[in-house]
């Protein structure tokens, strides 16, 4: 991808806080850790949680503490990117939704913080949209798990998991989330089916923004799709499928336990959105 550095006026860096237990929201990469650490322990982890979306809860930790920041010159380019892709981001839905369309940031954190809407949040929460603030929570960490374990590398991998929780905050201001929550309370045996709908919409959303980055003669914008990129963005989204998480941790698939979507959802979802541009096109939720 190319883009350009910003003033970082999309970033709310946390990343020199730690600390403590509450309760931990559940994000686009939550379910990923905990099925992992089943795996890895023979615990059902799962089992502790519900759906995703920024909806779910674990347990965790007590109060956290300040201290200064340290990073390296490559994690500060990263956070740099990650602040154009924000900032991108959200003039594309700025210029989609008009005044509908409220600004949120990007809260950077490290192992973990205890300054979210949605309670303590730690690294193994993943990145998530916390629609009690209205903002967007990312341990860069979580970068290194998708490129290690998962073989989704790339900057638009990292971009597309951006754009998918900015998706989320799309879905809070247009009113979508709290209209799923209600349903979800009424029927609560839907819930899952009810995620997974959030989340393929949040994919499809983050395609519409790369479509908008894909686009000729878009002036003075801070990110530009290249060629190939659309592919990684793909990868990951095969990546973090239900089917190929729960695969790899238990060797089976249990659909019915889906919170997110299965592979080619999530690439379908991904791909509706990038080839029409057209947020209407994402109204799987509605």
Same mark, same amino acid.
């Given at each position: 991808m190319k883009w350009t550095p910003g003033d970082r006026g999309n970033i709310e860096d946390l990343r020199g806080r730690s600390g403590g237990m509450r309760a931990m929201p559940m994000g686009i990469g939550g379910v990923l850790v905990l099925l992992l650490l089943s795996w890895a322990t023979g615990v059902d982890f799962m089992s502790l949680v519900g759906g995703g979306g920024g909806g779910g809860t674990a347990p965790s930790a007590s109060v956290g503490t300040t201290g200064p920041v340290t990073a390296s010159p490559e994690e500060e380019k990263t956070v740099d990117f990650l602040d154009a892709v924000m900032g991108d981001a959200q003039d594309t839905w700025q210029q989609l939704l008009g005044s509908r369309y409220q600004r949120t940031t990007l809260r950077l954190f490290r192992d973990g913080v205890d300054t979210t809407g949605c309670g303590y949040a730690q690294s193994a929460s993943g990145p998530f949209y916390c629609p009690g603030d209205r903002k967007v929570y990312l341990d860069l960490g979580? &970068?290194?798990?998708?490129?290690?374990?998962?073989? @989704?590398?790339?900057?638009?991998?990292?971009?597309?998991?951006?754009? $998918?929780?900015v998706g989320h905050h799309v879905q809070?201001?247009?009113?979508?989330?709290?209209?799923?929550?209600?349903? *979800?309370? *009424?029927?609560?045996?839907?819930r899952n089916a009810l995620s997974v709908k959030m989340e393929l919409q949040a994919d499809c959303f983050a395609g519409v923004w790369a479509h908008a980055t894909a686009q000729p003669g878009r002036g003075q914008r801070r990110v530009e799709l290249e060629s190939g990129d659309?592919?990684?963005?793909?990868?990951?989204? @095969?990546?973090?499928?239900?089917? !190929?998480? *729960? !695969?790899?941790?238990?060797?089976?698939? &249990?659909?019915?336990? &889906?919170? $997110?979507?299965?592979?080619?959802q999530r690439v379908a979802a991904l791909r509706r959105g990038f080839e029409s541009g057209d947020p209407q096109a994402c109204n799987s939720v509605q």
């Open positions: 979580f &970068f290194a798990e998708l490129t290690k374990r998962f073989g @989704a590398a790339g900057d638009f991998a990292q971009a597309y998991v951006v754009a $998918h929780e809070t201001v247009t009113g979508i989330e709290s209209q799923v929550r209600q349903q *979800q309370s *009424q029927n609560p045996g839907a659309l592919e990684e963005g793909l990868r990951a989204a @095969a990546a973090i499928g239900d089917d !190929r998480i *729960q !695969r790899m941790s238990t060797g089976r698939v &249990f659909p019915e336990k &889906f919170t $997110h979507g299965s592979s080619e």
